[in-house]
T-cell receptor
Framework: GNSVTQMEGPVTLSEEAFLTINCTYT??????LFWYVQYPGEGLQLLLK?????DKGSNKGFEATYRKETTSFHLEKGSVQVSDSAVYFC?????????????FGKGITLSVRP | EAGVAQSPRYKIIEKRQSVAFWCNPI?????LYWYQQILGQGPKLLIQ????????DSQLPKDRFSAERLKGVDSTLKIQPAKLEDSAVYLC??????????????FGPGTRLTVL
């Protein structure tokens, strides 16, 4: 079955540091890949997505590239801010017709200190 | 544009009691999802509706959980009777229902359930 594996957390960084959060996946077909973010007290929000191999998703300074050869979708940001403190979830959707359920990783908590 | 609405935001009940959650999706979204998020884990799909029909309920514990979306708009999720292990955040999401990998799910704020 489908699965998503995220690196163990939590992660604590200083402001302006470089961020990498690793994500690898297992899927039977050709999934779409997503990063969702959950800020304190809020619901899940889509951060970025990529729908095919070699696509790069980007938003708010975050980037992730769909690497089919390594089955990875690592999240990066060149300079984190305190406001980036949140829980980050990697997810995939292996569409089969109308069934578009998301399979999530466990999530990782990022704390950015001033 | 209004987002996905859920109520209540918090609920505390005793085990063996019943509880119901309500979700109103984004207007025009054909697909509605209920997820269960246990502390420290990612959300897990419980049930997916396309309009008012069920697409996937393979991970719904049907002996105690039920869900409906009678008019293809808002939805309710019920637990009866609740167990301690049902303590979690219940998330509702909706999407346009596009095929072919272009659909995006939008999530509500969730309902945090505590079963004592």
């Amino acid at each position: 079955g489908n699965s998503v594996t995220q690196m163990e957390g939590p992660v604590t960084l200083s402001e302006e540091a470089f961020l990498t959060i690793n994500c690898t996946y297992t899927a039977t077909g050709y999934p779409s890949l997503f990063w969702y973010v959950q800020y304190p007290g809020e619901g899940l929000q889509l951060l970025l997505k990529a729908t095919k191999a070699d696509d790069k998703g980007s938003n708010k300074g975050f980037e992730a590239t769909y690497r089919k050869e390594t089955t990875s979708f690592h999240l990066e940001k060149g300079s984190v801010q305190v406001s980036d403190s949140a829980v980050y979830f990697c997810a995939l959707s292996d569409y089969t017709g109308a069934n578009s359920k998301l399979t999530f990783g466990k999530g990782i908590t990022l704390s950015v200190r001033p | 544009e209004a987002g996905v609405a859920q109520s209540p935001r918090y609920k505390i009940i005793e085990k063996r009691q019943s509880v119901a959650f309500w979700c109103n999706p984004i207007s025009g979204h054909a697909t509605l999802y209920w997820y269960q998020q246990i502390l420290g884990q990612g959300p897990k799909l419980l049930i997916q509706f396309q309009n008012n029909g069920v697409v996937d309920d393979s991970q719904l514990p049907k002996d105690r959980f039920s869900a409906e979306r009678l008019k293809g708009v808002d939805s309710t999720l019920k637990i009866q009777p609740a167990k301690l292990e049902d303590s979690a955040v219940y998330l509702c999401a909706s999407s346009l229902g596009l095929w072919g990998g272009t659909d995006t799910q939008y999530f509500g704020p969730g309902t945090r359930l505590t079963v004592l």
